[in-house]
């Protein structure tokens, strides 16, 4: 059932308050699902901005973009998502979208960290427009999921409420630590 999938989900919310012609960023490049979703969204006058540290997956998302003929939209980096502020002005983005946890398909060695992780979402906030939002899509499991996530909840649960609208759902009857779909509204 493709409704009950995370990127789905997380596809569904951001594109009720995305629109044509807007800036986004994909914070964790991977395959280029998002990249290419972001695309999509952005049109012809809009911008994406896509981060990863593998070589292998810029050439993925490359690939796909330029299959799907959306790549003069985007713009794709080979740096770490908790640099991405210096490619950006400050509020000016109107959506970045994270996938934590390691590449689909590639070495599991190689995964998002907690420490950078969080230093990314706090860069990307400030970088939000006021009415920008955030999605996160947490994946705990491996050797340092669990204290990513863990990381993460910590650090969006202090968030002030005057300034951010918080969303977190769960996978609620499901075993084998299911993702966990997040939401920042930047008020």
């Given at each position: 059932?493709?409704?009950?999938q995370i990127?789905?989900?997380?596809?569904e919310?951001?594109?009720?308050q995305?629109?044509?012609g807007?800036?986004?960023?994909?914070?964790t490049?991977?395959?280029?699902?998002?990249?290419l979703?972001?695309c999509?969204?952005a049109?012809?006058?809009?911008?994406?901005l896509?981060?990863?540290?593998q070589?292998?997956a810029?050439?993925r998302?490359?690939g796909?973009?330029e299959?799907?003929?959306?790549s003069?939209?985007?713009?794709?980096v080979?740096?770490?998502?908790?640099h991405?502020?210096?490619?950006?002005?400050?509020e000016?983005v109107?959506?970045?979208?994270f996938?934590?946890g390691y590449?689909?398909g590639?070495?599991?060695?190689?995964?998002?960290?907690a420490?950078t992780?969080?230093e990314?979402i706090?860069?990307?906030?400030g970088?939000?427009?006021h009415?920008?939002?955030?999605?996160?899509c947490?994946?705990s499991g491996g050797d340092?999921?669990?204290?990513e996530k863990?990381?993460i909840l910590g650090y969006?649960r202090?968030l002030?409420?005057?300034e951010?609208?918080?969303?977190?759902?769960?996978y609620y009857?499901?075993?084998?630590?299911?993702?966990m779909p997040v939401?920042?509204?930047?008020?």
């Amino acid at each position: 059932m493709r409704q009950s999938q995370i990127t789905f989900w997380c596809h569904e919310i951001i594109r009720c308050q995305a629109m044509e012609g807007g800036f986004y960023i994909d914070a964790t490049m991977g395959n280029g699902n998002d990249t290419l979703f972001l695309c999509r969204l952005a049109g012809d006058s809009g911008r994406v901005l896509a981060f990863d540290v593998q070589e292998e997956a810029l050439e993925r998302t490359k690939g796909l973009l330029e299959e799907a003929k959306v790549s003069e939209r985007a713009e794709l980096v080979l740096d770490g998502h908790e640099h991405m502020d210096r490619y950006v002005q400050r509020e000016t983005v109107d959506v970045i979208c994270f996938n934590f946890g390691y590449l689909p398909g590639g070495c599991h060695e190689v995964a998002t960290a907690a420490d950078t992780s969080v230093e990314a979402i706090g860069k990307g906030l400030g970088l939000l427009k006021h009415g920008g939002m955030m999605s996160l899509c947490i994946y705990s499991g491996g050797d340092t999921g669990f204290e990513e996530k863990e990381e993460i909840l910590g650090y969006i649960r202090k968030l002030p409420a005057r300034e951010y609208t918080v969303i977190v759902n769960e996978y609620y009857n499901r075993g084998n630590n299911p993702p966990m779909p997040v939401f920042i509204f930047k008020n």
